[in-house]
């Protein structure tokens, strides 16, 4: 993936999941989400495509939401 298409889709999926920071980091070729809804330990996801970080965040907010009972 190209920068430009990086950060652009950073800022979409920022705009579409209001309770995490999204950054595209050119030097790693990778996305990073950061929770902002604060969890109750640090969340910091990484990586390469957005089906994966999608997968995770939402794996997240499910572990958060619901702990450990799913």
Known sequence: MRDEE???????IQQRHPGW???WSPWRRRLS????WHPTRPVVIDAQCLDDLLNLMFSEEMT???GDER
């Open 21 to 23: 920071l999204i950054m």
């Open 64 to 66: 958060a939401h619901y």
């Open 33 to 36: 989400a950061f929770a902002c």
């Open 6 to 12: 990086g950060r652009a889709l950073a800022a979409t």
